[in-house]
């Protein structure tokens, strides 16, 4: 079974691993911020929620 917990992952180097653009949001503005610049651009992006 996959487990998120143990070891923790970490997505952003992950995606970029895979040439995937990303970003770790940790508070609503940087959020808004990534979202609005990937909308502005083609192609995959990860953004990284911590709630």
């Known amino acids: 079974m ?3 917990q143990n070891p923790t992952l ?3 180097a992950l995606a970029k691993g895979m040439g995937v653009e990303a970003v770790r949001a940790e508070s ?4 808004e911020d990534a979202f609005a610049s990937a ?4 192609g ?3 953004i990284e929620a911590i709630i």
């Open 2 to 4: 996959f487990d998120l």
């Open 10 to 12: 970490d997505w952003v």
């Open 28 to 31: 609503r503005r940087t959020f």
């Open 39 to 42: 909308m502005k651009q083609r």
């Open 44 to 46: 995959p992006r990860l």
